[in-house]
């Protein structure tokens, strides 16, 4: 049991329900970066993310009572801390996000895809190791998403979230998040190989004379 991490969770929200402030701040010390990861996430801003970290803190400290025990503690944590950071994002002018109903397969009569490029996007779709570079080198791709899809592929592709922990957290079943995720890497997959095939061209105009 010392090796489950929800069972040293457990030791310190305990500790912490009983006014024990060393407590409080070795569960600031053990979550501040991935709450901190989670809300930039969310926001896209350092500042906001910091200001949503602190927030997320606070109403631990607040509302710690209120939690269940018989319950995975980072679960509820993690819907605690995407509530602070979308009230943060709530108090700034709204960003632009896309449909992603644009970047969907194109289908011929046959139900078959009819796109040669699709293929080179759904190809290691599942890769889990190309799913993660994919979404280190593609944040602002991840941005333009709506929030449903952002959430998912950010806490599997980018936190490397368990899929069913992330499902658990954002109570969703684990086959809406895998159509979520889905979804969401065929997208950011589609605006990458959208701005390379856009690259050559871009230098060799800057090339000519």
Known sequence: M??????SDLELVRRIKQGDDE????????YHSRVY????GVLRNAEDAEEATQDTFLTLYRKIGTFDESKKFFSW???V?????YSRGRRRKPGITVSLDEYAPRLGSDGTETSPQYQAWVSGMEDEVIARDLAERAEG???ELPDAYRDVIWMVDV???KPADVAETLEISLPALKSRLHRARLYVRQRLAEAASSAPA???RRAAP
């Open 23 to 30: 407590a409080f701040r070795e569960m600031v010390e053990r």
């Open 159 to 161: 936190e490397e979230m």
């Open 2 to 7: 010392a090796d489950d991490p929800n069972a």
């Open 81 to 85: 801390a995407l509530n602070s950071a």
């Open 37 to 40: 990861s989670l809300s930039y």
């Open 202 to 204: 871009l230098s060799e």
């Open 141 to 143: 791709f991840i941005a």
């Open 77 to 79: 944590f993690y819907r």
